[in-house]
């Protein structure tokens, strides 16, 4: 590798993950609505996989753009663009799915959160409290932004993690290579 090239960026191979991490994202969503699978639901964090697999592939393919060698910082800064990117694509596409693709959505969640109140022996009118404080804070804008907040932290903290499994330091200088400047004074 060329000492005097400029280095690549981690943006481009960041982008293209993201951008396959958002569309993933939107066709479970799509399948989560029709097959009428609850919010709640836990089988929704299955969807927490390939957000990982996608974040670890992301540094690994940088890893290769790279030679093969990846520091801590750049294998987390990689995986890191690539949640802060799917969370903004994935904000905006959680605005058209809530706004116009299922207006229900907050409906929905809305009721899941009542009747999760109502289990945990809340009064009716502590439900009622808890319900018009929900109703100010769920909309649209509201539901994108903490989409988007949520995968930057929750991708945070995996490229933390996988960042530490990818790295590859370079190998150290073996002085093989290395041609001792003659001197002629001596």
Partial sequence: MDPFAPKPNPTKVATKWALIATGVSIVLTLAYQF???AQDSPARYLSLLPFIAFIILAQIEYRQVLGGSITFGQAFSTGFRVALFAGILGAIFMFIYVSYINPDFITQAMEAQRAKMAEKGMTD???????????KVMG???ISFFAA????????????ITAA???KDPPP?????YVAP???TV
């Fill in 140 to 142: 649209p804008a509201m």
């Fill in 182 to 184: 003659t001197d002629a």
């Fill in 35 to 37: 097959l009428n699978i």
């Fill in 149 to 160: 907040v949520g995968s930057a932290i929750s991708g945070a903290i995996i490229s933390l």
């Fill in 165 to 167: 499994i990818v790295k």
């Fill in 125 to 135: 009118e502590q439900i009622e409290q808890g319900m018009k404080m929900s109703s």
């Fill in 173 to 177: 200088f073996d002085g093989e290579a």
